[in-house]
Structures are given as structure tokens and as C-alpha cells.
């Protein structure tokens, strides 16, 4: 076992219980979100960390026993030692050295995973809860649902679409292209921020009809994959003529449109629906790369995925312990960059001399001849 995690049972012991996330010290101690305890038979059992807790808060009590919020994340401090090695064969870019804790929060989504949680005298060590693996066709769909929806959310709020996708095949996405619409509808819903909505998401579903998306047991069959092409795409093009003709009865009657201009139109709207969503994908998967190598310097390789750039970089330097709440996403590179880099030293400019009563006390002490010149006023 490393040294610092054998240390991690004694700082961990006697730590305050909070309800929510808030820094706590000696002189600004949030007493309204302090809810418990930790107690000092703290022990470490890979990958856990096992402590009892004491919590007599009646409104905490009731959240944990309705499931509500029983997930526990810890806030600590650390040193980044980025120095590279490995451990039980696998590879890592750096370690956590001088961890300093700080307090553990009761919360609905840890980041530890939903085994990290509050539990009773009977509770063995739980496992994580083994979910169905989404098919290739449903990541690439759930990919570019996150990408169109994110931006959407309210602050802090997040979101889960795999239910939705749960069964999601090539074969059957065109089919199941409605259902899905309806289940990232009510997952959404009460999440978005104020007047958002989810306008665009069936043209995003209908721009990955042109994905080429061959699941692990799909078969080398030139001509089906063609046959499959050719009906999506012919679904796409009724969806949107569907959709123009709906348009089209609201106009005045005299306002008539040939067949020929409508078709034209109908495969124009379609082309740039398709074209804002890939490069909509791609910059954000490009940013999201650019933000992971300009943290890397700091904190290493992140291990776990992020949604936009943002959220890297906020990551980033809430670990490195800069506060920047309300902070401008577009203010977050920069002030990351203004971050020494783990290991640097500061460059301290020498102090001033000081000069006493002992150095020179006059004028005419350090020009003496000064004493024999004359000064006549006019």
C-alpha cells in the first residue's frame, strides 16, 4: 500500500458531515450545513474508505432513507506530484501527495460513483450496480444528444440519456427515433435553463442517419449496408417533406409553391441541418482536447470524461484550489495559465536595504565642500 494512502484513515477521522459543499475552517464554519460527523475508526480498504458516521439532522436522515441524497464525496487538498510511474500495472501521470482534508458532503450524484455511500452495521462494501452496455449506434447517438443539450441545462444540473437509448441498434435507431425523442424530453425536463428548449434534437437524430455505424456483429455486407443508407436517407427526405408540407397549409392559399422549388428546399434545410451538427460535434470534441492538454501541466491526465471545455477547466483549478465562482468561462485559460506549474519556484525579488540613523545624516556630510560655498539670495 502507497505511504499517503495509509495516512488517509487518521486525516480522515473527525471530519464534519455537511449537507452540501462549503469549505469549512476554524473561522468561517457553516453551521446551518453541518449535519454530522465522521468518527475516529476510520480504516482503509481498497479501493474504500470505510469510516462511521454520526449525523443527527432529521432533514439529512430523511434524505438518506428516501435515497435521495446518500452518495458521499470528500474535499481535500493536495499537492500534484506529476511525475509519472505506474501502479498494479497500470500507468498514471502523476500522484496526490500531502492530502489535507477538509470535510465530506452528503450529496444525490457523487463523483466516486454511486457505491460510495452511506450505509448501516448490515451493509457489506457494496458494488457498483452493473449496467447494459449501449450498443455502438446508441453511443454515437448519445454523444451527439449531449453535445445539442448541455448547452441547454441549467447551472449545475445534469443529465442522464442512456435509459433512452437502452436497445438502440443500427438496424432499429430509425424506428426507435421517436421513443427516443420522448424519453431525452421527460429526462430533460425541469433541468433546462430558463426559456430553453429542445428544438433541434430530431435534426440531430436525422443527421446521424448518414453515420456509418457497424456494430461489433454486423457482418461485411456491402449491399445491405447500402439498402440500409438508402432508407435512412429516404426517411430523412419524408421527415422533411413531412414537416415543409405542415409549413407549407399555414400560408395563405395563394401563396403557391411548385414541387420542383419545395424539393430544393426541403434538401437545402436538410444539408445545413447536417452540416451545423457535425461541425457543432466536432468543435466541441476539439475544444474539449485543447482544454485537456492545457491542464495536463497541472494536474495531469483527467480520469474521468467532461462535456465542454469549461468544465475541464474548472476542474482544473478547483483542484489546484482557485476560487472562481462566477468566473467567465472565458477568463478560465487564462487564469489557469497564471497558476505556477507543480515543482516551480517562485521568483522573489531581493529585499530593499534599509537605511538607519547611523548612515549619512545631512546634506553637507556628503559634500563637504558645500560647508565653504555661499548661496546669495536675489
Known amino acids: 500500500m502507497p505511504t499517503s494512502w495509509r495516512k488517509l484513515p487518521r486525516l480522515s477521522s473527525a471530519k464534519p458531515l455537511l449537507l452540501k459543499h462549503i469549505p469549512v475552517s476554524a473561522r468561517d464554519h457553516p453551521r446551518e450545513a453541518v449535519v454530522g460527523a465522521l468518527g ?3 480504516e482503509f480498504h481498497a479501493p474504500y474508505l470505510m469510516a462511521p458516521l454520526s449525523i443527527w439532522d432529521g432533514a439529512a436522515i430523511a434524505l438518506i432513507e428516501s435515497d435521495r441524497q446518500k452518495e458521499l464525496s470528500s474535499s481535500y487538498r493536495y499537492r500534484a506530484d506529476m511525475t509519472p510511474g505506474t501502479l498494479a500495472g497500470e500507468s498514471y501521470d502523476g ?32 458494488t457498483m450496480k452493473k449496467t447494459a452496455l449501449l450498443s455502438r449506434m446508441a453511443s454515437v447517438a448519445q454523444g451527439a444528444i449531449l453535445a445539442h443539450i448541455m448547452p441547454k441545462l441549467a447551472s449545475d444540473q445534469k443529465i442522464d440519456v ?9 438496424e432499429n435507431f430509425k424506428a426507435k427515433r421517436p421513443a427516443i425523442i420522448e424519453a431525452v424530453s421527460k429526462a430533460a425536463k425541469g433541468k433546462l435553463a430558463a426559456d430553453a428548449k429542445l428544438d433541434g434534437l430530431e435534426a440531430v437524430l436525422v443527421a446521424l442517419d448518414e453515420v456509418e455505424v457497424k456494430e461489433a456483429n454486423d457482418e461485411d455486407d456491402d449491399d445491405e449496408e447500402a439498402k440500409k443508407k438508402k432508407a435512412a436517407e429516404d426517411a430523412a427526405e419524408e421527415e422533411a417533406k413531412k414537416k415543409a408540407a405542415e409549413d ?6 395563394d401563396d403557391k409553391v411548385d414541387k420542383k422549388a419545395m424539393d430544393s428546399a426541403i434538401a437545402a434545410a436538410v444539408t445545413q441541418a447536417k452540416t451545423e451538427v457535425r461541425a457543432e460535434m466536432l468543435k466541441t470534441a476539439q475544444d474539449i482536447r485543447t482544454a485537456e492538454e492545457a491542464v495536463r501541466p497541472y494536474i495531469g491526465k483527467l480520469a474521468m470524461a467532461h462535456d465542454s471545455a469549461d468544465a475541464v477547466y474548472r476542474t482544473a483549478l478547483t483542484s489546484l484550489g482557485v476560487d472562481i465562482a462566477g468566473v467567465h468561462a472565458s477568463a478560465l485559460p487564462a487564469i489557469l495559465k497564471a497558476q505556477p506549474l507543480p515543482g516551480s519556484r517562485q521568483v522573489q525579488k531581493p529585499a530593499g536595504v534599509a537605511m538607519d540613523a547611523a548612515g549619512v545624516s545631512s546634506f553637507q556630510e556628503m559634500f563637504p565642500a558645500s560647508k565653504t560655498h555661499i548661496v546669495k539670495s536675489l
Do not use: F, W, Y
Not at 103 to 125: Q, T
Not at 248 to 253: G, L, N, Q, T, Y
Open 40 to 42: 475516529d475508526a476510520v
Open 95 to 126: 500522484v496526490m501527495r500531502d492530502i489535507s482534508a477538509n470535510h465530506v458532503a452528503l450529496v444525490e450524484e457523487g463523483r466516486a460513483g454511486p457505491d460510495v455511500v452511506v450505509g448501516d452495521s448490515k451493509m457489506e462494501i457494496i
Open 162 to 170: 442512456s435509459g433512452a437509448l437502452a436497445g438502440v441498434t443500427a
Open 248 to 253: 407549407a397549409e399555414k400560408d395563405e392559399d
